[in-house]
């Protein structure tokens, strides 16, 4: 079983920045061997990909159009957490951020098997 622990949301002007976390943890697991991605969902829609990067060997990482250039994703195998860095926020990027895991690497939510509770982002005009 993994466990993953959103942080770092808040409420942050447009153009603004903001960086989350999310800390993963479980039995016999091992973070490097693991995809993680994050999605996002605005009230009324449904969860939306925003982006994922590979297992430690390829870090290989892809986004979404929507957030091309302002976005990023790293990760700290010593920390066992993955860092969405987001730039230049937009009020459209509003939304709760879900941050995923799972050994195979998509931009399916549906094909990631572990799941954080989620950070509220707001982006304000």
């Known amino acids: 079983q993994v466990q993953l622990v959103e942080s770092g949301g808040g409420l942050v002007q447009a153009g603004g920045s903001l960086r989350l976390s999310c800390a993963a943890s479980?039995?016999?697991?091992?973070?490097?061997?693991?995809?993680l991605g994050w999605f996002r969902q605005a009230p009324g829609k449904e969860r939306a990909f925003v982006g994922a990067?590979?297992?430690?060997?390829?870090?290989?990482?892809h986004f979404d159009d929507s957030v091309k250039g302002r976005f990023t994703i790293s990760r700290d195998n010593a920390k066992n957490t993955v860092y969405l860095q987001m730039n230049s926020l937009k009020p459209e990027d509003t939304a709760v951020y879900y941050c995923?895991?799972?050994?195979?690497?998509?931009?399916?939510?549906?094909?990631?098997?572990?799941w954080g509770q989620g950070t509220q982002v707001t982006v304000s005009a």
């Open positions: 995923a895991a799972d050994t195979s690497y998509s931009n399916a939510a549906k094909n990631y098997a572990y």
């Open positions: 990067i590979s297992w430690s060997h390829f870090n290989s990482v």
């Open positions: 479980g039995h016999t697991f091992t973070f490097s061997n693991y995809a």
